[in-house]
């Protein structure tokens, strides 16, 4: 176990609908990172918070969207849902100091129907 | 722009057998290099990282990876796998000047052990 929770697990949306995934880091970090990791592909960053901020997004547009609260823990927002957004999604906490690696949840499986 | 590719995307093997899954970066400056592993329904797990130093780093499970500089490559390896070593692969890398959260993955490589 890494520490790193995340729910739901399993989630079933319709295309068009909004979405909200919960994320909680380990203790004794200070950043979240969101991946998304489609069928057969590696994770790909999303975005990362740091200090409730957004800090660093990847390539996803913008009607993904996330918080970081002062405990730590983030949301991912997905909004008006693709089918293409089907994908496990997945979160990982680590230090903002470079000196620990991330460390991952279990993800949640998305499904867009 | 910062990638990690991997070479081999389905690799089978028998139990017993050696193992070297491929892994090239496209970044320089400093060089932090991770392999993780996701065994089925499982979350990813860190198998071994590289920060600096000895380019040959052991980590769990009796998996070692060396960092070769001169060829970008950062190869996973074990001299006998076992059927438990079933699992996709990813190498990862941070992107340049980020923090070790934000992470450059490879497409990731399938490993099927047989007994």
């Known amino acids: 176990e890494t520490g790193v929770t995340q729910s739901p697990t399993h989630l079933i949306k319709t295309r068009g609908q909004q979405v909200t995934l919960r994320c909680s880091s380990q203790s004794g970090h200070n950043t979240v990172s969101w991946y998304q990791q489609a069928l057969g592909q590696g994770p790909q960053f999303i975005f990362q918070y740091y200090r409730e901020e957004e800090n660093g997004r990847g390539n996803f547009p913008p009607r993904f969207s996330g918080l970081q609260f002062p405990n730590y823990s983030s949301e991912l927002n997905v909004n008006a849902l693709e089918l293409d957004d089907s994908a496990l999604y997945l979160c990982?906490?680590?230090?903002?100091?470079?000196?620990?690696?991330?460390?991952f949840g279990q993800g949640t499986r998305l499904t867009v129907v | 722009a910062q990638s990690v590719s991997q070479h081999n995307h389905h690799v089978i093997l028998s139990e017993a057998a050696s193992l070297e899954l491929g892994c090239n970066y496209s970044y320089g400056g400093t060089v932090n290099l991770f392999w993780y592993v996701q065994y089925p329904g499982q979350h990813l797990q860190l198998l071994l990282k590289?920060?600096?130093?000895?380019?040959l780093v052991k980590g769990i499970k009796g998996f070692e990876a060396e960092f070769i500089k001169s060829k970008f490559s950062f190869n996973l390896r074990k001299p006998s796998v076992q059927w438990s070593d079933t699992a996709e692969y990813f190498c990862?890398?941070?992107?340049?000047?980020?923090?070790?959260?934000?992470?450059?993955f490879g497409r990731g490589t399938q490993l099927t052990v047989w007994p």
């Open positions: 990982a906490s680590s230090r903002m100091d470079r000196t620990t690696e991330a460390f």
């Open positions: 990862a890398g941070p992107d340049r000047g980020s923090t070790l959260g934000r992470l450059y």
């Open positions: 590289y920060f600096s130093g000895d380019p």
